[in-house]
């Protein structure tokens, strides 16, 4: 075993050279590139270069109505739709002071815990996968699917929901939507188990993950790392508990988190997130009551002059969408702070003097989605 | 001494991996021999819009009012149409619809008035010709059978 610690990197020899990761790169998911320098096996220098997949997101936001612009919230981060969409309906909300029906509350948060855990699958199977194991994945898509289908009955869609409505949601769900998800729930907890000893107490992946791709909490601050990262340095900071929205304060659950810091601290993270997100649904469906699903909403949007933020927690981390309006029908500016960026950020530092094959696995415990960091 | 731990433990985790792997092996299949077979759509699956037809007197619902036009947000329709003599409103003539486009959010259809727009479940829509850049929805609609 070579330990990463006595690399050569602090002491460069001038035989360095340049390494492209991507931006066609497997294990960069997309379209990420790092600009690595190497010192034989051990990274120097890690710079990522993002814009590879730039869509001017925000700046679309400039030119459509405020509604025109839902559908972009969906495909800023394709894997988690739902709190995205959550985000931006929100901050919208709050500067209308709409009021959302009880009903439409329990069906985003089913909806955003479903799609948590589906999220959380994809980021599952193709960790293990960068990392050489290739059969959890299809163990997890096979689960995802079942996600998939289910919102897919409601709203049409299978990846980019465009579900929430300012004021509620655009169409209600049936029972068999509801006893689906009992059913769910009761199929994936002990998928859990099965995944914990197929692959978490793989001693494999346990070499692979321990003690790698150290970040410390005081990093995470440096850098705005959030969500499953920041939890796994030991902060226990979750939107859904520290800035509730939404209807989370009336839900009984744990935030998940490690004091490790390492690689394997960010997966368990993840997987225990699952089990919480799971616990909450069991509870929404319980409790969902019956109801309109959509508030009072006047026929054409105008905004108040100002600015209008909302802060949800989306499966890679806290989402801050902020609109400025000047009382036109369109915004004057829509502001996306993703997670994925500021995770990414963290990249260099960390990822300084370790093997590659490890920053590998490193990039993958931070589970970007490259569209979230250039939308 | 740690050696001998090692392989132990790496020989559990296999043996454990590969019974769960191999417990997997005799579950029933799930595949969907698609194209040979194929799922059914869901209700609500959205695909490309089409127009829609009153079931009373077997035309198009659409007024022409334009309003869906308005509240795409990628500018992907286009609709024109003429004011028929002794009817009170509008009917469609041209109803195009630029696919390549198409976000499929459904704003179009929140939009109308009239009800007169809906999904279609068409999934199947690769081409190596530009068909969808121009869909002549119209067309469409003259070519399809009424349903009784
Ligand atoms: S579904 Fe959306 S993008 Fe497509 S035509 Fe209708 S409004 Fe336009
Ligand atoms: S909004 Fe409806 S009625 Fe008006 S033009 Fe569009 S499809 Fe026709």
Redesign the pocket.
């Known amino acids: 075993m070579i330990a990463p610690k006595e690399s050569t990197a602090g002491t460069p020899s001038n035989e360095t050279f340049t390494l492209n990761l991507g931006p066609q790169h497997p294990a960069t998911h997309g379209v990420l590139r790092v600009k690595l320098t190497m010192d034989g096996e051990y990274i120097t220098r890690a710079e990522p270069v993002p814009g590879y997949i730039h869509r001017m997101h925000e700046k679309m936001g400039e030119n459509r109505t405020w509604a025109q612009y839902l ?1 972009n919230t969906s495909r800023v981060d394709y894997l988690s739709a739902m709190t995205y969409t959550h985000a931006y309906v929100g901050a919208v909300e709050r500067a209308l002071k709409l009021e959302v029906p009880l009903r439409a509350e329990f069906i985003r948060v089913i909806t955003s815990e479903l799609n948590r855990i589906s999220s959380h699958l994809v980021g599952w199977g193709a960790f293990v996968m960068d990392l050489g194991g290739f059969t959890p994945i299809l163990y997890a898509f096979d689960d995802r699917e079942k996600i998939l289908d289910l919102l897919e009955a409601v709203t049409g869609s299978r990846l980019t929901y465009c579900y929430y409505r300012f004021g509620g949601v655009v169409a209600d769900v049936d029972t068999a939507f509801l006893e689906g998800c009992k059913a769910f729930v009761k199929h994936m907890r002990p998928r859990l188990d099965f995944y914990r000893a197929l692959v978490t107490d793989n001693i494999i992946l346990r070499k692979r993950l321990e003690g790698i791709g150290m970040v410390s909490a005081e990093m995470c601050r440096r850098y705005g790392a959030c969500g499953p990262v920041l939890r796994g340095s030991d902060v226990a900071y979750d939107v859904r508990k520290n800035e509730p929205y939404s209807i989370y304060n009336q839900f009984d659950f744990d935030i998940p988190h490690y004091p490790q810091g390492d690689s394997m601290a960010r997966y368990n993270v993840r997987m225990d997130e699952i089990e919480q997100s799971l616990r909450i649904i069991d509870q929404a469906v319980a409790k969902i009551p019956e109801g309109p699903i959509m508030g009072k909403v006047p026929r054409v949007l105008k905004l108040p002059v100002g600015d209008f933020c909302y802060a949800t927690e989306a499966a890679r981390g806290r989402l801050l969408v902020r609109v400025s309006s000047d009382g036109k029908d369109t915004p004057y500016r829509v502001r996306l702070r993703t997670p994925c960026f500021c995770n990414l950020s963290l990249f260099e530092e960390a990822s300084k003097g370790m093997l590659l094959p490890d920053a590998i696995a490193f990039m993958g415990s931070l589970d970007l989605v490259i569209p979230d960091i250039d939308r | 001494m740690k050696a001998v731990r090692e392989v132990l433990s790496g020989t559990k985790s296999l043996l454990v991996g590969m019974r769960l792997t191999l417990r997997e092996f005799f579950k029933p299949t799930i595949t969907v021999q698609y194209p040979h077979q194929t799922l059914p759509m869901p209700e609500r699956f ?1 695909g490309h ?1 089409e127009l829609r037809r009153d079931p009373e007197t077997g035309k198009a619902l659409c007024t022409a009012c334009k309003l ?1 036009e308005r ?4 500018d ?2 286009l609709v024109d149409g003429v004011k028929l003599e002794g009817e009170k409103k509008k009917s469609v003539t041209d109803y195009h ?1 630029n696919f390549t ?9 929140e939009a109308c008035p009239s009800d007169a727009i809906q999904f279609t479940k068409r999934y199947n829509l690769a081409s190596q010709t530009n068909d969808y850049r121009n869909m002549d929805l119209v067309q469409r609609f003259k070519d399809q059978p009424e349903k009784k």
């Open positions: 559908p | 959205r819009i869906c509240a795409c947000p990628s992907c329709i619809l486009q198409c976000s499929l959010c459904g704003a179009c259809i």
